[in-house]
């Protein structure tokens, strides 16, 4: 079977590095649904803020937290494109103010008057509240008070369980803003790789666009960069959802395999070889926790009283459970990255990260291949035993240089508002 199937120095040179990327440009958001999320993010923000609501003037700031702020989002669900966004909103309140009074704030402020924008399509949640769309896209905004006197947008969040009234409310400290900015430091970019993933995702919407709307491919910008190690989050992440998709109980929280995955980046040459050693490094730490008899217990590191694990794992046999997950995860890694034939990984891709994205990619391959094959465009690679093929996108149209333009950055972090005395 062909090792290779990109152009020869491609960091997708290897058929598992190749299919890897592209189903983790299948279970992502597209440009389209990104530049959606932009829209209704803004929308929100203003609609919190507007005149006649409960928190007219009160939005200090509105800013991205979690997987939409490192560019790690995925769909949620196995089955179908369904997609949370998380925000914070920073609200000029009294320090005094309960939870339950926060949170019921902000449910008024978002929720309206019937026959408005969001009534009706408003959840009250334990920390934050949630906008539903009919397309399956979830903003969810979490409330939070600046704590004064610290670090850069460290906050008061909220807890408060409506539907049991009798469950201590209570407050803890986060500061999602300086976890994004840490993830970032500690996750730089690869130019090489990041700019032969923006072709390819590229190649991949073009060709969707043009499939479903059957009209001229307009001109597009890219998906964002992105590094090795945001791309194996947002795998591990579609694999966790799998594991837990009909498991009672909280799961593996997203900003807990953040953090880890951070703090293991930067050690690896291939997307292949980084996912195995970031599903290595989150075995060893769950094995030292159980070796030692405890938890585990992870805080992000620009502010030790935002305990990451403060709600999962809940038991010892909760992280028994992801422990023997993380085991199997990675036996089925080595299988891939051994003399594994197509159909083979196909298998254990599918069982991994889903039906969809993982057959999309291995039928996008074999096509591929194929193409490049009667054209006469393969190409032997002595000492590999393996077919270079110069695609970018599998079974997409290849994409110059000249025409991939880059993302401008948008962090939607804004700005502060200069308050007027109320």
Same mark, same amino acid.
Request: proline share 3%; net charge negative; glycine share 4%.
């Given at each position: 079977m062909s090792k290779f199937i990109s152009r020869p120095g491609s960091p997708f040179d290897g058929v598992l590095d190749s299919l890897l990327a592209d189903i983790s440009i299948r279970i992502q958001l597209s440009q389209t649904d990104y530049a959606k999320a932009v829209d209704r993010?803004? &929308?929100?923000?203003?609609? #919190?803020?507007?005149?006649?609501?409960? *928190?007219?003037?009160r939005v200090v700031v509105f800013y991205p937290q979690g997987s939409m702020a490192i560019g790690a989002v995925i769909a949620t669900r196995a089955t179908s494109d369904e997609f949370d966004l998380d925000v914070v909103a920073q609200l000029d309140l009294p320090s005094w103010v309960t939870p339950q009074q926060v949170l019921d *704030? /902000? +449910?008024k402020a978002i929720n309206g008057e019937t026959g408005s924008? @969001?009534?009706g399509k408003v959840r009250r949640r334990t920390r934050c509240v949630t906008v539903e769309y009919a397309d399956n896209m979830h903003i969810d905004v979490t409330p939070a008070i600046r704590r004064t006197h610290t670090p850069e947008r460290e906050s008061w969040i909220f807890h408060?369980? &409506?539907? &049991?009234?009798?469950?201590?409310? +209570? *407050? @803890? #400290? &986060?500061n999602p803003y300086g976890f994004a900015e840490w993830f970032e430091t500690s996750t730089p970019l690869d130019a090489h790789f990041s700019d032969a993933y923006i072709e390819r995702a590229t190649a991949y919407e073009q060709m969707a666009f043009a499939a479903a709307e059957s009209e001229p491919v307009p001109t597009q910008q890219p998906v964002s960069r992105k590094s090795k190690a945001v791309i194996v989050l947002q795998l591990l992440k579609r694999w966790r959802n799998l594991c837990y998709g009909d498991r009672a109980g909280r799961r593996p929280p997203s900003i807990l395999l953040s953090r880890l995955i951070a703090d293991a980046a930067?050690?690896?040459?291939? /997307?292949?070889?980084e996912l195995l050693h970031q599903a290595r490094n989150l075995l060893a730490v769950f094995q030292a926790a159980d070796r030692d008899g405890r938890l585990v217990h992870v805080t992000n590191p620009v502010c030790d009283e935002d305990v990451l694990t403060d709600r999962w794992p809940e038991s010892s046999q909760c992280q028994r459970q992801f422990l023997h997950d993380l085991e199997h995860l990675i036996l089925q890694l080595e299988r /891939? !990255?051994? !003399?594994? !034939?197509?159909?083979?990984?196909?298998? #254990? /891709?599918v069982n991994l990260f889903g039906e969809a994205p993982a057959a999309s990619a291995v039928t996008a391959f074999g096509e591929g291949m194929g193409q490049a094959i009667q054209a006469g465009q393969s190409q032997h690679r002595p000492g590999f035993g393996g077919l270079v093929i110069p695609a970018i996108g599998l079974g997409a149209p290849a994409v110059t240089a000249g025409s991939v333009r880059t993302t401008p950055a948008h962090t939607f972090y804004g700005e502060e508002r200069t308050k007027q005395p109320c």
């Open positions: 993010y803004e &929308a929100v923000n203003s609609w #919190i803020d507007r005149k006649g609501s409960p *928190l007219e003037d *704030l /902000l +449910f924008r @969001y009534h408060h369980r &409506a539907e &049991a009234s009798e469950e201590q409310s +209570f *407050l @803890y #400290i &986060a930067n050690h690896t040459d291939s /997307l292949s070889e /891939l !990255d051994s !003399d594994c !034939d197509l159909p083979g990984m196909k298998e #254990i /891709l």
